[in-house]
T-cell receptor
């Protein structure tokens, strides 16, 4: 099992460019999440999805959009990248509500110049 | 005040030592707690869940004190491979929103 797979692993963008980060999970999980991790800040939730076709805002949603067209995929889009969005992005998934931990992908390192 | 707070460390300990980390949380609505381990430049990985009754997994023991709103992690007989950042994580009621502490860094030396 691949678990949670993120693509790309690394990317450098110029300010104003757009891009999409892809997260795919093969565990049939209902819930999927996008986080960003910055030094001294811990992981912060950007957006999440509780099932196919649903999305919701997390703690730091501004500047990002998401889509969950298929259960196994959760896309994170940056419409107009800004240097403040330089970060490490992690996708995670979990089976359902309740005391279920989340499984993380190995991250995308994004630099905005 | 952060919802989940941890001492960032680093905790420097020799191999074989016992080390304990504490974590406090401010949201009494938090129902479930976890310890995750994160190696440098890697993704967080679940270490163990934390139960009110306390739970043990090999050299690791986790404890939850709801009255005082803190979670602890005890590592016995530290190994070099235990060197990592340990994230204290709370899960709020309702949907599965995890709230992460900023992590405690552990360095185990020979």
């Amino acid at each position: 099992n691949a678990g949670v797979t993120q693509t790309p692993k690394f990317r450098v963008l110029k300010t104003g460019q757009s891009m999409t980060l892809l997260c795919a999970q093969d565990m049939n999980h209902e819930y999927m999440y996008w986080y960003r991790q910055d030094p001294g800040m811990g992981l912060r939730l950007i957006h999440y999805s509780v099932g196919e076709g649903t999305t919701a805002k997390g703690e730091v949603p501004d500047g990002y959009n998401v889509s969950r067209l298929k259960k196994q995929n959760f896309l994170l889009g940056l419409e107009s990248a800004a240097p403040s969005q330089t970060s490490v992005y992690f996708c995670a998934s979990s089976y359902d509500r309740g005391n279920q931990p989340q499984h993380f992908g190995d991250g995308t390192r994004l630099s905005i110049l | 005040r952060k919802e989940v707070e941890q001492d960032p460390g680093p905790f420097n300990v020799p191999e074989g030592a016992t080390v304990a980390f504490n974590c406090t949380y401010s949201n009494s609505a938090s129902q479930s707690f976890f310890w995750y381990r994160q190696d440098c430049r890697k993704e967080p990985k679940l270490l163990m869940s934390v139960y009110s009754s306390g739970n043990e997994d090999g050299r690791f023991t986790a404890q939850l004190n709801r009255a005082s709103q803190y979670i602890s992690l005890l590592i016995r007989d530290s190994k070099l491979s235990d060197s990592a950042t340990y994230l204290c994580v709370g899960m709020n009621t309702g949907f599965q929103k995890l709230v992460f502490g900023t992590g405690t860094r552990l360095l185990v030396s020979p």
